[in-house]
C-alpha cells in the first residue's frame, strides 16, 4: 500500500473538469484507489467514484490524503500525484 | 369553430402558426413485482446504463452543434455519472436483498443525491440535480418508456407541455419544433433560457388545466412577443399573423445588415452605440438592433418578481446568459436600483415622505450588505470569459463609493478564498443622476473607473420636478440648459481625468440631442433597442467638428424650447 498527501492548487478544487479526469485517472488502475479531504470532515471514499469525490467537496488549498493497494499501487499514486500538482494541466 | 385567446408570459420572442403537440411525459411508476435473480437484475440494469450512454452521447452531439460545448457538457458529466462504481455498488446491495432492479436504482440515486444535496458550497450541491436526473433516465429505460414522447412528433409544431426539463428542451428537434408554450415556469426557468438560446419562440406560465384546452393537432397561432396563444384562429388570424411574421422576418433581415457596422462619426470618430436593457430577453432584441454592447442593465426585474430576493445562482445564470447573447460586447450591470415607490416584500422600507429622495439605489445596497454581496458575486462570477461591467446608480457622495468598492473588494476575497473562479478586473464605475455627482466627477473619478450619464433622474433632480405629476411635469425638459450644462460638466471632467463617460438616459437615444451630446464628446450612446438604427444613421452623418458647432449654438440659448426649436430645423436640414 502507497499513500501521499497533497495540497489542490486548481482554482476550481476537484469539481467539474479536474474532478472527472481525476476519477478517469483512477479508473486506468487496477489498485484499490482511496481519496480524502484533510482539510474538510469526512472519510475515505472510492477515487473511482465521481459522485464520491464529489461529496468531498474539495476546494483549491486543500489537502487531501490519497491512498493505493494493489498491484499497480505505486504507479497509480504517482499518476494521480502529478494530475494534481500539475493543476490538471489547467493554465 | 370558435377561436379562443389565452395569455401567459412571453419569454422567447418570435410567431409561430402551426398544430398543437401536447406532450406529456410517462409517469415513471414502479411496477410491483417479484424481483429475478441477482444476475439477471444487474444485467437489466447494465442494458439501461448501455441504452443511456448511447442516449447521452447523441444529446451531447445535437447540443453541441446547435449551441455550444459549454451546453452541451453536462450530458458528458451524465454520462461519467452512469458509470459510477458508488451506484453500481448501492444498486447491487439492494438487488442482493431482493429488490428489483427499478427499486434499488431509484434508492440508490436517493441516497447519493442526499450526500450532495446538503453541502455548503452551492456548486457541489448543485450536481445532486445531475445524479437524480440520471436516475430517472435510467429507471426510463428499466420501465422501457421511449426517450421522450417527444421523438413521436412527426410534423412541424407547437409543443404543449406542463413543464420542460432541460432534457426535454434540448431533446427538442429544431426541424419540427416551431415553439413551446407550458403551464408551468417563469422568466428566468432554464427552460426559457435555452429557448432564447435557440431562438425559439416560447410562451410559459399559462397556468393549470392548459393541455385540457388543448389537444395534439388542434390549429394555434402563439405571438412570443406579447404572450398570446390563439387556439383554434380563423383564416383572417392566421392570415395576420402570417403578415406579420413575414414583416418582422424581413425587418430583422435588414436590422441585421447594418447591425454588423461599428459606429463611427463622418470624421472617422469612433463612438458605441449600445442598448438599455431590463430583462434577459431583450439581450437577443438589442443584438438584432444593431447593438454594439449593453449600456445599462437592470436588474430590479430579478428582485420584484418574488417575495425573496434572487439567489446568487439564479442571478448568475441570467447574467451569464446575456453575456453570452451579446457574445464578447461590453455589458455594464448596474447594481440593484429600487426605491420606495416600488418596494419589494422582502425589505423593510420606512413610510417616507418622498420616496425618491429616500431610501432607494446604493443607499439600500450599502444598509443590506448580504444582499448587495450575493449580486455582486453573481456578476463577477459571470463575467469570467466576458467584456463586463459593474455599475452603482444614484451616488451622490464620495463615501458612499468608497464604501461600496471597498464591498467589491471583500466579495473578491471571498470568492479567492473559497476558490470560486471569477473575473477580477471588472471595472466599476457610477451612474451620473444627481447633481451632486455632476458637481465632483473629478474627486470621484479617483475611485471610479467610469461614467454613465442617467438622463431621467438627473433632469427630475436637476428641474427639482416629478415626472408623474400631470401639475408640474411640464417642467420635465431633458434639454433644458441647466441639465445640458450638467452632461457638459461631466463629460468634461471625466475626460479630463482620462475616463469614459457614457449616458445610458432617454435623451442618448433621441434624435434632437444626439448632435449636441455628440459634440459635447460623449463615448458611448445607449438606449432603448428600437431607438438604435436610426441613432447609428445619424452620428455616421455628423463630423465632430460640425457636432461641436451645433452643441455652441444649443448652448448659446436660455430655454429648452428654443434649444428644441433650432434642433428641429439642424435636424431637417440633415
Known sequence: MAEATIQVKNKVGLHARPAALFVQTANKFQSKIKVKNLTATGDLVDAKSIIMVLTLGVMKDHEVLIQTDGIDADLALDALKSLIENNFSEA | ?574
Not at chain 2, 424481483?35 to 446504463?49: C, I, K
Not at chain 2, 422576418?249 to 454588423?260: D, V
Open chain 2, 1 to 574: 369553430m370558435m377561436e379562443k385567446t389565452l395569455k401567459g408570459i412571453p419569454v422567447s420572442d418570435g410567431i409561430a402558426i402551426g398544430p398543437a403537440f401536447c406532450y406529456i411525459p410517462a409517469e415513471l411508476t414502479i411496477p410491483v413485482c417479484a424481483a429475478g435473480t441477482v444476475d439477471e437484475e444487474m444485467a437489466r440494469f447494465d442494458t439501461a446504463r448501455e441504452r443511456a450512454r448511447i442516449e447521452l452521447q447523441s444529446l451531447f452531439e445535437a447540443i453541441e452543434k446547435r449551441a455550444s460545448k459549454e451546453e452541451a457538457a453536462i450530458f458528458e458529466a451524465h454520462q461519467e455519472m452512469l458509470s459510477d462504481p458508488a451506484l453500481e455498488g448501492k444498486v447491487r446491495a439492494g438487488v442482493e436483498i431482493g429488490q428489483t432492479a427499478e427499486q434499488a436504482l431509484v434508492k440508490a440515486i436517493e441516497e447519493l443525491s442526499d450526500l450532495l444535496v446538503g453541502m455548503d458550497n452551492e456548486l457541489f450541491a448543485a450536481r445532486a440535480l445531475d445524479v437524480k436526473d440520471v436516475g430517472r433516465r435510467v429507471l426510463r429505460i428499466l420501465l422501457r418508456l421511449p426517450d421522450t414522447a417527444l421523438s413521436t412528433v412527426t410534423e412541424p409544431s407547437i409543443i404543449i407541455a406542463e413543464d420542460m426539463s432541460p432534457s426535454d428542451t434540448a431533446s427538442l428537434d429544431p426541424k419540427l419544433t416551431l415553439g413551446f408554450i407550458t403551464s408551468q415556469g417563469g422568466l428566468t426557468s432554464h427552460s426559457a433560457i435555452l429557448a432564447r438560446t435557440l431562438g425559439l419562440p416560447a410562451i410559459v406560465g399559462m397556468g393549470n388545466g392548459l393541455l385540457e384546452k388543448v389537444s395534439s393537432g388542434l390549429p394555434i397561432v402563439m405571438d412570443g412577443r406579447t404572450g398570446e396563444m390563439i387556439l383554434e384562429p380563423d383564416d383572417e388570424t392566421i392570415a395576420r399573423y402570417k403578415q406579420i411574421k413575414a414583416q418582422r422576418e424581413s425587418h430583422l433581415l435588414s436590422l441585421k445588415t447594418a447591425a454588423k457596422k461599428e459606429t463611427h462619426t463622418s470624421n472617422g470618430r469612433r463612438v458605441e452605440v449600445a442598448a438599455n436593457i431590463g430583462e434577459a430577453l431583450s439581450a437577443r432584441e438589442a443584438m438584432e438592433h444593431g447593438a454594439e454592447g449593453i449600456g445599462l442593465l437592470r436588474t430590479e426585474f430579478l428582485y420584484l418578481e418574488d417575495t425573496q430576493p434572487p439567489s446568487e445562482e439564479k442571478q448568475y445564470h441570467i447574467y451569464r446568459e446575456i453575456f453570452e447573447v451579446m457574445s464578447g460586447r461590453p455589458v455594464i450591470v448596474r447594481t440593484l436600483d429600487i426605491g420606495g415607490d416600488k418596494p419589494p416584500s422582502y425589505l423593510p422600507f420606512p413610510d417616507e415622505m418622498n420616496p425618491f429622495l429616500g431610501w432607494r439605489a446604493i443607499r439600500i445596497s450599502l444598509d443590506e450588505p448580504e444582499l448587495f454581496k450575493t449580486q455582486l458575486r453573481a456578476i463577477l462570477r459571470a463575467a469570467v470569459g466576458h467584456h463586463a461591467r459593474i455599475m452603482f446608480p444614484m451616488v451622490s457622495d464620495l463615501d458612499e463609493l468608497r464604501r461600496a468598492r471597498e464591498i467589491v473588494e471583500a466579495v473578491k476575497r471571498d470568492l479567492e478564498l473559497a476558490s470560486v473562479e471569477f473575473a477580477a478586473d471588472v471595472p466599476v464605475g457610477i451612474m451620473v443622476e444627481t447633481p451632486a455627482a455632476a458637481m465632483l466627477v473629478d474627486v470621484l473619478a479617483e475611485v471610479s473607473d467610469f461614467f454613465s450619464l442617467g438622463t431621467n433622474d438627473l433632469t427630475q433632480y436637476t428641474m427639482a420636478v416629478d415626472r408623474g405629476n400631470a401639475k408640474v411635469s411640464g417642467l420635465f425638459q431633458p434639454l433644458h440648459p441647466a441639465v445640458l450644462r450638467l452632461i457638459r460638466q461631466t463629460i468634461d471632467a471625466g475626460h479630463a481625468k482620462g475616463k469614459w463617460v457614457g449616458m445610458c438616459g432617454e435623451l442618448a437615444g433621441m434624435t434632437k440631442a444626439i448632435p449636441i451630446l455628440l459634440g459635447f464628446g460623449l463615448d458611448e450612446f445607449s438606449m432603448n433597442p428600437r431607438a438604435i438604427p436610426e441613432a447609428k444613421n445619424l452620428i455616421g452623418k455628423l463630423t465632430d467638428e460640425k457636432a461641436r458647432d451645433i452643441a455652441g449654438q444649443a448652448m448659446s440659448f436660455g430655454t429648452a424650447a428654443e434649444i428644441e426649436t433650432y434642433m428641429k430645423g439642424v435636424l431637417a436640414l440633415l
